[in-house]
C-alpha cells in the first residue's frame, strides 16, 4: 500500500498563493477576515461583476472604468483596499503606484490606512513579504521597496505624483452633488486634473466609483461625451430596460423588474424601509442610479395637461431666466403662463436659447413685441453688480412694456415647489406645441437634471400670476 504524499506548509502556502492569483474575488474572501475580524463575509454576485472588471485592468484590456452601484455594497473595499493590494501581492506587481481619491481627505485616508493593514497582516506578509520604506510610511503615502506607492487625496488638491492607477471614490459628496459650484469643481478636476496624474496615458488606469446623484455629475458627464469608460452600472432594483452590460462579456443576471442586487444583505424589507427615509430623490440616485425616479420626483408631471387653445385668461406673465452663453453652457428662458377664468394655469409658451447677450436681448425684445401689451414681463436678476446691470439693461431695452426685475430667495426646488403643487392636483396644462416634450423632459429630472432654466421660469412666472394682482390692469388693457 502506497503511503500518502505528505502535504507541508509550503504546499499550502503554494496553493493558497496561486487560488488567489488566479482570481481577486477568492482573494477578497481569503483576505477580508484578516481585515475585518469579526465581521462575517457576505458574499453577492456583484463582488464578482466587479472584479471581473478590475481584473481586466490588472491584464490591461481596459484602462478606464466607471462603477455605478449603491453605498453598502464593498465598492470602496472592492476598488480601493482590495484590488490595489492584490495587484501588489497575488499579481506580482509591487512596483504599482496607486492614488486613492474622494471628495473627503478623511475618506482616501481610511481606505489607505486599510490597505496598509492587509499588506503588513501577518496572513499577507507570509504569502507576499513585502517591505515598506521607513522614511515614506505614512497615513497619507506609503511605498515599498519596489517602488510602488499608495496616495490618499482629496479630490480638489490632487497634485504632486502620478499613479499607474487612480481610484477617485466618491467624487461628490450626496449634499456636494446637487451644489452647482461644488459640481463644477469636480469635474474641473476630471477635465484638467486626473489626466496629469497618470504616469503612462496610454496604459494608466483610471477607475470612478460613485452612485448617480445629478444628471450632470461626473459620471452624467462622462456617459454624456462618450470618454470610454467601461460603464458597470448596478442599481439596488433591477431595471429591466436599463440592464447593463459591458464589453467584456458582462451581463446583469437579473431577469425580473425590481429583483435586488444584494438580498444576502439588503432585503427586500431592509430596502423598502429605507426608501420610505431616504425619498423618491435619495432612492433614484443612491439605490438605482439615475438622477430621477422611473416616474418622475419632484413634479408628478404625468398629471399635466394638454389643450389646443388656452380658455379666457385673466393673467398673463412671461418669466425670463437670462444666462450669457452663444452655443454652449446654460440656456436663457422665457416662459409665458395664464391664469384661466376656470380656475387652471395654462403654460402658453417657452422660448429657449443658447445666445450671446446682444442676441439674447434682441429675442427678449422680439418676444415682449409678439406677446403684446397685455402681457407682463419679470426676469431673474443674479446676485452682484454684474446681475444688477445685465437687468437693468432689459428693463431698458423693453420700454414701453411692463417690466420689472427680482432677486430670488431660496433654491429652484424652492421656488418651484408652488407650481409643483398645482401640477400634482391637476390644475396646469400646455398649451400643444413643439416645446411641450422639451419643457417635459426638464420636468422629469428636476431638481437634479442636468438644466433647470425652464422650469425656473416657469416657477417664477407661476409665482406671479397666482399671487400679483393684475386683474385691474388686464381688463383695462383688453377693454
Known amino acids: 500500500m502506497r503511503k500518502a504524499p505528505t502535504i507541508t506548509h509550503e504546499d499550502l502556502l503554494s496553493a493558497e498563493r496561486e487560488l488567489c492569483s488566479r482570481s481577486l474575488s477568492a482573494f477578497v474572501r481569503r483576505a477580508w477576515p484578516v481585515l475585518e475580524p469579526g465581521q462575517p463575509y457576505i458574499h453577492g454576485w456583484h463582488v464578482d461583476a466587479i472584479c471581473e472588471h478590475l481584473e481586466a485592468i490588472t491584464r490591461g484590456e481596459i484602462n478606464r472604468l466607471l462603477i455605478n452601484i449603491p453605498p453598502g455594497t464593498m465598492k470602496s473595499t472592492l476598488t480601493s483596499v482590495f484590488w490595489p493590494a492584490w495587484e501588489w501581492g497575488a499579481k506580482g506587481l509591487p ?39 521607513s522614511d515614506q510610511n505614512q497615513k497619507t503615502f506609503y511605498e515599498n521597496d519596489s517602488t510602488g506607492f499608495r496616495q490618499a487625496s482629496a479630490v480638489a488638491s490632487m497634485t504632486g505624483k502620478r499613479g499607474d492607477r487612480i481610484v477617485w471614490d466618491d467624487p461628490h459628496s450626496v449634499e456636494a452633488a446637487l451644489s452647482d459650484a461644488h459640481r463644477e469643481t469636480a469635474l474641473r478636476v476630471f477635465q484638467e486634473t486626473l489626466p496629469t496624474r497618470l504616469n503612462n496615458p496610454d496604459r494608466s488606469a483610471i477607475v470612478i466609483v460613485m452612485q448617480r446623484l445629478h444628471e450632470n455629475d461626473v459620471s452624467g458627464y462622462i456617459l454624456e461625451n462618450d470618454l470610454g469608460y467601461e460603464h458597470l452600472c448596478l442599481p439596488m432594483e433591477f431595471e429591466p430596460e ?3 452590460s459591458t464589453s467584456l462579456g458582462f451581463s446583469d443576471p437579473r431577469k425580473e423588474d425590481g429583483e435586488l442586487l444584494f438580498p444576502e444583505r439588503f432585503s427586500r424589507e431592509t430596502v423598502e424601509r429605507d426608501k420610505k427615509v431616504m425619498g423618491a430623490l435619495a432612492t433614484a440616485g443612491q439605490f438605482q442610479q439615475r438622477p430621477a425616479p422611473r416616474g418622475g420626483a419632484f413634479f408628478e408631471w404625468q398629471s399635466v395637461g394638454y389643450v389646443d387653445a388656452a380658455p379666457k385668461l385673466t393673467k398673463i406673465v412671461r418669466f425670463w431666466d437670462k444666462a450669457g452663453t452663444d452655443g454652449g453652457g446654460a440656456y436663457t428662458a422665457g416662459v409665458k403662463i395664464g391664469a384661466g377664468v376656470d380656475g387652471n394655469f395654462y403654460i402658453l409658451d417657452v422660448v429657449r436659447g443658447q445666445w450671446s447677450a446682444a442676441m439674447r436681448e434682441k429675442t427678449i425684445r422680439a418676444t415682449a413685441e409678439g406677446d403684446g401689451r397685455l402681457v407682463s414681463h419679470w426676469i431673474e436678476q443674479e446676485p452682484g453688480s454684474g446681475g444688477k446691470e445685465s437687468a437693468e439693461a432689459t428693463i431698458r431695452n423693453l420700454a414701453g ?79
Not at 471628495?103 to 517591505?131: C, F
Open 401 to 479: 412694456f411692463s417690466i420689472k426685475a427680482e432677486r430670488p430667495t431660496g433654491d429652484k426646488a424652492v421656488r418651484a415647489e408652488p407650481l409643483s403643487v398645482q401640477v400634482e392636483s391637476g390644475n396646469v396644462f400646455l398649451v400643444r406645441a413643439e416645446w411641450n416634450q422639451a419643457f417635459i423632459d426638464e420636468m422629469k429630472t428636476f431638481p437634479v437634471g442636468k438644466y433647470k432654466d425652464q422650469i425656473d421660469a416657469a416657477g417664477g412666472a407661476f409665482t406671479k400670476v397666482a399671487t400679483e394682482d393684475y386683474a385691474k390692469r388686464f381688463a383695462l388693457l383688453s377693454s
Open 242 to 244: 436599463r440592464r447593463c
Open 95 to 133: 512596483h504599482t503606484k496607486m492614488i486613492g481619491a474622494s471628495h473627503e481627505q478623511g475618506l482616501a485616508i481610511r481606505d489607505t490606512r486599510k490597505m496598509r493593514n492587509l499588506v503588513k497582516s501577518e496572513w499577507y506578509q507570509r504569502l507576499w513579504p513585502i517591505t515598506f520604506t
